[in-house]
């Protein structure tokens, strides 16, 4: 059965500190490893999707990397608006697609 | 506007009741997903639909049930409800089975 973690739960950031959110996973066989970010009480948003180990994708002040295991989301120079939950999936072979429970980020100003 | 539409946006309505949540997937998409999302609870799989048949089940309770119709809108339909129903639906459409979602703004049922 796929599954997904994330680390850590919450977090809390002032403005300006880079840090970095993980997405631990098992998979049959990956397809896919989706990001998304949500606000309270909006639909997710997609933001990536990486298909490979080694595979980087970079979007304003985020980007994620994926490893075999993990995926990385790393969050340069943060903004009180990039505070929400983020969400990573993944997608096997069969087209399952499992969310994990999500990190939530606040950013300080 | 993610090009998924949701009605309505908020509900509310008794214990017993029976309600249906609308969704219309974004142009060209086939598949139509619906997930729950309860307060601290992350996003649960209930139903897939694609181009009109069903194709995946997740944790949906007898007492709801699905269809997409043939101009690929769905309908979610949720009866005998009760307190711990309340929640938002999200219904999420893509243009096969794989690949991202692209989600609506969602239902937020609140049942008294």
Do not use: M
């Not at chain 1, 075999?68 to 943060?78: G, N, Q, V």
């Not at chain 2, 509310?12 to 309600?19: D, E, F, L, N, S």
Request: hydrophobic content about 30%; glycine content about 10%; overall charge negative.
């Amino acid at each position: 059965e796929d599954q997904v973690t994330q680390s850590p739960e919450a977090l809390r950031l002032q403005e300006g500190e880079s840090s970095s959110l993980n997405c631990s996973y098992t998979v049959s066989g990956l397809r896919g490893l989706f990001w998304y970010r949500q606000d309270p009480g909006k639909g997710p948003e997609f933001l990536f999707t990486l298909y490979s180990a080694g595979e980087e994708k970079e979007k304003e002040r985020l980007k994620a990397t994926l490893t075999k295991k993990e995926s990385f989301l790393h969050i340069t120079a943060p903004k009180p608006e990039d505070s929400a939950t983020y969400l990573c999936a993944v997608q096997d072979y069969g087209q399952n697609f499992v969310f994990g429970p999500g990190t939530r980020l606040s950013v300080l100003p | 506007d993610s090009g998924v539409t949701q009605t309505p946006k908020h509900l509310i309505t008794a214990t017993g009741q029976r309600v249906t949540l609308r969704c219309s997937p974004r142009s060209g998409d086939l598949s139509v997903y619906w997930y729950q999302q309860s307060l601290d609870q992350g996003l649960q799989f209930l139903i897939q639909y694609y181009n009109g048949e069903e194709r995946a089940k997740g944790n949906i309770l007898e007492r709801f049930s699905a269809q997409q119709f043939p101009d690929l809108h769905s309908e979610l339909n949720l009866s005998s409800l009760e307190l711990g129903d309340s929640a938002l639906y999200f219904c999420a459409s893509s243009l096969g089975g794989v690949g991202g979602y692209t989600f609506g703004s969602g239902t937020r049922l609140t049942v008294v």
